[in-house]
């Protein structure tokens, strides 16, 4: 007879470890891109910040995506260390 797990558990390996990882890396890499965008392609970034809106609003999309893909990315990785050391 094969052994099912109840409804309500899932498994070590499906804790959301890989879903934060990749969401992260995902959301520091639109942000770090954006922000590269507005430095290179939408004209460059002066002592008062962007030269045009376009430039605004990838700079906004920098300074939000890239702190909470971190966060994401770190959160990832301190689970996947946790989950490494426990199978150990």
């Known amino acids: 007879m094969e052994q099912t797990a109840r409804p309500g ?3 070590p390996a499906d804790d959301g470890t890989r879903t934060l990882l990749r969401s992260g890396f995902w959301i520091l890499f ?3 891109l ?5 430095w290179t392609v939408f004209g460059g970034v002066g002592i008062y910040g ?6 605004w609003i990838a700079m906004i999309l920098c300074l939000m995506n890239c702190p909470f ?4 990315f770190t959160l990832g990785a301190a689970k996947w260390l946790r989950n490494r050391r426990a199978s150990r």
């Not at 954006?34 to 507005?38: E, K, R, T, Y």
């Not at 893909?69 to 994401?72: E, F, I, N, Q, V």
Request: aromatic share 0%.
């Open 9 to 11: 558990t899932r498994s």
């Open 50 to 55: 962007p030269h045009t809106n376009i430039g």
């Open 34 to 38: 954006a922000g590269l965008a507005a």
């Open 69 to 72: 893909g971190l966060m994401l």
């Open 30 to 32: 639109s942000g770090a």
